[in-house]
């Protein structure tokens, strides 16, 4: 258990909805980072926050965006969800300055 | 060029036998190679990590090279077990300077490893 906690598990959706999923980083970790994982492009960073600032941006999409709040908990908001959005989506965080990054168990979406 | 290079795609290996995975890099900037070990259904588990100033890296069964002027990393995994089976991933992350602390990813080997 890497202390980094996901919700849903699981999510099944259809076309043009939009989802918002939830990351709670360890204990102490100011750093939240969002990858996307498919089956044709592995892992890809999208997002990266640090103490609620977003620090640096990946390949994310415009109908996607993010957030960190106070409490430093991130959500990530998908919309106009596509066919092609199905993919697990991990965050993982770290203390700002050290190199490791803890996955979640992450959240499986699957737009029908 | 911010790609990692990862080979190869799926590896077989006997129970006792050493598996090796190996990575390349472009980006010079890169300062820090960890690998992520990730069963089906989980997230990726950090596995063991190094830093160019280091040529090797052990850790129990699991091991880093590291080849800083060929731009190449591997890990071996020393006597081999079932319970090893997963896909493993290699990656690098960027430099501080350029504000991108994200980790690149390899695209991942899927090991097997028989009874």
């Known amino acids: 258990d890497s202390g980094v906690t996901q919700t849903p598990k699981h999510l099944i959706t259809a076309t043009g909805q939009r989802v918002t999923l939830r990351c709670s980083p360890r204990?102490?970790?100011?750093?939240v980072y969002w990858y996307q994982q498919s089956l044709d492009q592995g892992l890809q960073f999208l997002i990266q926050?640090?103490?609620?600032?977003e620090r640096a941006k990946g390949n994310i999409l415009e109908r996607f965006s993010a957030q960190q709040f106070p409490d430093l908990h991130s959500e990530l908001n998908l919309s106009s969800l596509e066919l092609g959005d199905s993919a697990l989506y991990f965050c993982?965080?770290?203390?700002w300055g050290v190199g490791e990054q803890y996955f979640g168990p992450g959240t499986r979406l699957t737009v029908t | 060029q911010q790609q990692v290079k990862q080979s190869p795609q799926s590896l077989i290996v006997q129970k006792g036998g050493i598996s090796i995975i190996n990575c390349a890099y472009e980006?010079?900037?890169?300062?820090?190679f960890p690998w992520y070990q990730q069963f089906p259904g989980k997230g990726p588990a950090l596995l063991i990590a190094?830093?160019?100033?280091?040529s090797e890296k052990k850790e129990g069964r699991f091991t880093i090279s590291f080849n800083k002027s060929a731009k190449q990393f591997s890990l071996h995994i020393m006597d081999s077990q079932p319970g090893d089976s997963a896909t493993y991933f290699c990656?690098?992350?960027?430099?501080?300077?350029?504000?991108?602390?994200?980790?690149?990813f390899g695209s991942g080997t899927q090991l097997t490893v028989l009874p």
């Open positions: 204990s102490g970790d100011l750093s």
């Open positions: 993982a965080s770290s203390p």
């Open positions: 990656a690098a992350r960027g430099s501080f300077s350029g504000s991108a602390r994200q980790l690149t």
């Open positions: 980006n010079t900037a890169f300062d820090y």
């Open positions: 926050y640090y103490n609620g600032e």
């Open positions: 190094i830093r160019p100033d280091v």
